[in-house]
Nanobody, 116 residues
């Protein structure tokens, strides 16, 4: 079984920055990708950013140029650096891990609130 533990969420003013971390633990044979999705109230869960085992990244259109994703393979940890935050970035952010067999695991989520 795989466990994902997110940290780093919180309240930040517009224009500010936050860094999310997600640590994967448990029985992990082969990771294909790790990443982040978010869900705002009343909206569907959407892609924020993913990074594959070889470092290929994919970012959602709404965060390009503001967010970056990085991964420490040795620590099974993925990071999301969020800059120039906007109120519309407010959501619960979920860590995701996909295995080579494309089984998907989710963290419990961390709240990010952007408000003055």
């Amino acid at each position: 079984q795989v466990q994902l533990v997110e940290s780093g969420g919180g309240l930040v003013q517009p224009g500010g920055s936050l860094r999310l971390s997600c640590l994967a633990s448990g029985t992990i044979f082969s990771i294909y990708s790790m990443g982040w999705y978010r869900q705002a109230p009343g909206k569907q869960r959407e892609l924020v950013a993913t990074i594959t085992h070889i470092g290929t990244t994919n970012l959602g259109d709404s965060v390009k140029g503001r967010f970056t994703i990085a991964r420490d393979n040795a620590k099974n940890t993925v990071y999301l650096q969020m800059n120039s935050l906007k109120p519309e970035d407010t959501a619960v952010y979920y860590c995701n891990l996909k295995t080579a067999g494309l089984t998907s695991y989710w963290g419990q989520g961390t709240q990010v609130t952007v408000s003055s």
